[in-house]
C-alpha cells in the first residue's frame, strides 16, 4: 500500500516511523511519504490560508496549492478527516484496508475550500471521515489513527493475524475482558473458566461477556448485528 499524506506540519506525521507503521514500512507492506504543503505554493510567503468567502471567524485553506498538490500525488483514494465527514469505522477501515493507494489531505483553520474535495472527486474517489463528534486543531491527529486502524489489517503487519478475529468490532461486539498471570492478584481472581481447560464453555463464557459489554456500553451497536450474528444459544439467553 502507498500512503501519500499532505499536512502544513510534517513533523505531527513523525510517530509513523515508529513500531509497527514504521516495520511495516521497513518490509516493504507500507510505503508512506509524508509532504508539506507549503511545496505547492507559489507566493514568498508560502500562503495557504485566506479569508472565508460570506465572512465568519477563521481561514479557510486556499484552493491552488491541494489543487496542485493533488494534481501531482493523485490518483488515489483521498481521505479527508473532518467533523463532517462520515463516521470512521472498523468496516471501513477494512475497506481502506484493500486500497492500494491512498492520500490524506489533513485540513486545518476552518477546513479546505470545497471545491478541492469536489475538484478531485471527478478524477478520484473522496471520502470525509470523522473519529467523533469533536473538533480538533486539524487533521493530523486524526490520520495518524485512521492508519493506524488500517494499517494493522494490512497481511503480515500483525505478528499473529488471529488477534483480528476476537478483538472488539470485529464482529461488531466489544471484546471480552481480558486476564493473565498471577491468577491471584491483590485477592482478585482470574474467571475459573478460564483456567478450566474447557475450550466450550472458555468460548462461551467469552461470548456472553461480549455481548453483556455491548449491551450496556454500546447498545447503539447491537441493532446493528445481523440475526446470524446471534447463534442459537445467544437467541436463548
Ligand atoms: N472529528 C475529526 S476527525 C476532526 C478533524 C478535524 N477536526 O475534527
Known amino acids: 500500500m502507498r500512503v501519500d499524506v499532505v499536512t502544513i506540519f510534517p513533523e505531527y506525521l513523525a510517530p509513523l516511523e515508529l513500531s509497527l507503521i514504521g516495520k511495516a514500512r521497513a518490509t516493504g507492506i507500507l510505503d508512506v511519504a509524508v509532504h508539506d504543503l507549503r511545496t505547492w505554493t507559489s507566493d514568498v510567503h508560502r500562503t495557504v ?5 460570506g465572512g465568519g471567524p477563521g481561514m479557510v485553506m486556499r484552493p491552488e496549492p491541494w489543487g496542485e498538490a493533488l494534481d501531482e500525488l493523485g490518483p488515489g483514494h483521498l481521505i479527508v478527516p473532518s467533523p463532517a465527514g462520515v463516521r470512521f469505522t472498523q468496516p471501513l477501515a477494512h475497506a481502506l484496508a484493500g486500497e492500494p493507494r491512498l492520500i490524506f489531505a489533513c485540513g486545518r483553520y476552518e477546513g479546505i475550500d470545497q471545491r478541492v474535495l469536489d475538484h478531485a472527486a471527478e478524477r478520484m474517489p473522496v471520502t470525509e471521515v470523522s473519529l467523533g463528534d469533536y473538533v480538533l486543531f486539524g487533521g ?18 500483525l505478528g499473529n493475524a488471529d488477534s483480528l478475529i476476537e478483538e472488539s468490532h470485529a464482529d461488531g461486539l466489544l471484546e471480552a475482558p481480558v486476564y493473565t498471570k498471577p491468577a491471584q492478584w491483590r485477592d482478585l481472581p482470574v474467571p475459573e473458566v478460564l483456567r478450566s481447560g474447557d475450550h466450550g464453555r472458555i468460548a462461551r463464557w467469552r461470548r456472553d461477556q461480549s455481548l453483556l459489554r455491548t449491551a450496556r456500553r454500546r447498545p447503539d451497536l447491537l441493532p446493528a448485528l445481523p440475526p446470524q450474528a446471534l447463534d442459537r444459544h445467544d437467541r436463548a439467553a
Open 140 to 157: 493530523e491527529v486524526a490520520v495518524l489513527v485512521v492508519l493506524e486502524a488500517v494499517v494493522r489489517l494490512l497481511p503480515g503487519v
Open 49 to 53: 490560508d485566506d479569508t472565508p468567502y
